[in-house]
């Protein structure tokens, strides 16, 4: 006596339940990820014309990484904030600040938010 194999019927797989575990995924790691806020430094362009004569800024910054210059004399990192100050008091409003050397991004967002926070200058940065 033969016995034959009756072959399974093929059955269909859905895809809504696999559209729905993907969805269900989709959710979870959108809702459990945080979004980071980073901090913001105000940049503005200055006026871009031919005519307009270049004024002379009051404060002149040289930061090369390593030390800071204010007009050309060589100042100490802890001293910077109190020369700024004595600069503002004595009538400063505009300054540049001069990039030097092998100055990373990182140390040009710390000079330029340390310059903002300790004194009321207006300030540009050249390189």
Known sequence: MRIEAV???RRRLSMT???DV???LLLFFMLSSTFARF?????SGGLASAAAPGDRPDVLLRF????????GLVIDDGDLE???ARLGEAGAETAVLLVRGELTSQDLITAVERIGSQSALRLTVAR
């Open 39 to 43: 901090a913001e430094i105000e940049v």
């Open 22 to 24: 993907i969805f269900l």
């Open 82 to 84: 109190g020369e700024l």
């Open 17 to 19: 339940s696999l559209i």
């Open 64 to 71: 090369d990484g390593e030390e800071w210059r204010v007009n």
């Open 7 to 9: 072959a399974a019927p």
